[in-house]
Nanobody, 120 residues
Framework: QVQLVESGGGLVQAGGSLRLSCAAS????????MGWFRQAPGKEREFVAS????????YYADSMKGRFTISRDNAKNTVYLQMNSLKPEDTAVYYC?????????????WGQGTQVTVSS
């Protein structure tokens, strides 16, 4: 069992940056692949990025490549999402998740989410 708590969301102007954090507690954080997802109002949840257990491999949704960077620090049981050049359409609740494989689906554990609002 892994418990996940996101932080770092907030209000930012278009073109700005935010770094989201996801702190994990429980067993064997370093054995899990981690992912970030987001859900905008009235839309389905969508995949943002994923990172494998040791940070050696990453996977991004095409629309996030070049603007978002996922990373992890296993010593701190934390995964990060650095978001640059933010756009109003990036406004959403952002969730982190833990799973068995580097993937855009099939995650086992989810956090409660953190709100990101990008103003124009």
């Amino acid at each position: 069992q892994v418990q996940l708590v996101e932080s770092g969301g907030g209000l930012v102007q278009a073109g700005g940056s935010l770094r989201l954090s996801c702190a994990a507690s429980g067993r064997a954080f370093s054995s899990y692949a981690m992912g970030w997802f987001r859900q905008a109002p009235g839309k389905e949840r969508e995949f943002v990025a994923s990172i494998n257990w040791n940070g050696g491999r990453t996977y991004y949704a095409d629309s996030m490549k070049g603007r978002f960077t996922i990373s992890r620090d296993n010593a701190k049981n934390t995964v990060y999402l650095q978001m640059n050049s933010l756009k109003p359409e990036d406004t959403a609740v952002y969730y982190c998740a833990a799973g068995a494989f580097l993937s855009d689906s099939g995650y086992l554990y989810w956090g409660q989410g953190t709100q990101v609002t990008v103003s124009s």
